[in-house]
């Protein structure tokens, strides 16, 4: 499945205007499950941190929530870090058109690589550790790179379908994957293992949620794939489904879920 082609071409339109940009983030606020529950996750950790904190965006794509981030407090500094470097340089030259360069620096960074000792009250990391084989050394590194009582929080798929994987013969809907979901406790033990003292695990992404993720996003990427002419469709297949996805959401976040395809992780130093 040609996800990452997609992403790519999405990024490449929306970055010729700061109106489209910010159009963008936005739906995908209103679209994706994930951004939900991070974006509630943030809004306690603000109320914990203050309104003074440096922060560090692990694996920052388009800059949707570094953006996000930004606006929760000026008093947040904010390090938005990604391995590729085109994305680095589109973030980087939004950032500044909004004037937002003050607060807000992109770097492209390698994680299995990247430490800055004790520099940060909060690191966020939103699907990106499902593309990491090395995940033990980034869980480390984070560790390393945290303040004392700072926090980490982590989005992931789990391994209960989290990558659209439910037998052993089936592949990852997203190729770009190099596992199929974490355990919810095994990611809770690496995490400890490098140097967290208190880790919490919720599933996202129950019955809900793995509902509205086909509606809403495995439905038109296959769709996509098969034609580009659906490019012109897809905001009339959004007018038509988005409520009953939006209904899903609203479901999924206020319920508790004893399975879910999806992992909501925070740990405290």
Known sequence: MKYD??????????????????????????????????????RKSRSELGTVANVLDAGSGFGQYTYFLAGLSEGWKVKAIDIKAEQIED???FFHKINKDGQVLFETADLTQFVEKESYDLILCVDVMEHIRDDVQVFRNFALSTKEKGILLIST??????????????????????????????????????????????????????LSWKISMKVPVILLNTSKLFFLLLPVYYLLMYPLAFILNLLDINLEHQAGTGLIVKAVK
Request: glycine residues 10%.
């Open 157 to 210: 798929p789990s391994d209960l379908g989290g990558s659209d994987v439910h037998d052993d013969q089936d592949e990852s809907f997203i190729e770009e994957h190099v596992r199929n979901g974490y355990n919810i406790n095994d990611i809770k033990d690496k995490i400890r293992e490098a140097g967290y003292s208190d880790v919490s695990a919720t599933y996202s992404y129950g019955w809900p949620g793995k």
């Open 5 to 42: 082609l997609i992403k790519t071409r999405l990024g490449s339109f929306i970055g010729k205007s700061v109106f489209f940009r910010i159009l963008f983030y936005k739906l995908l606020d209103l679209l994706l499950l994930r951004a939900w529950y991070i974006r509630r996750e943030l």
């Open 91 to 93: 973030c980087t030259g």
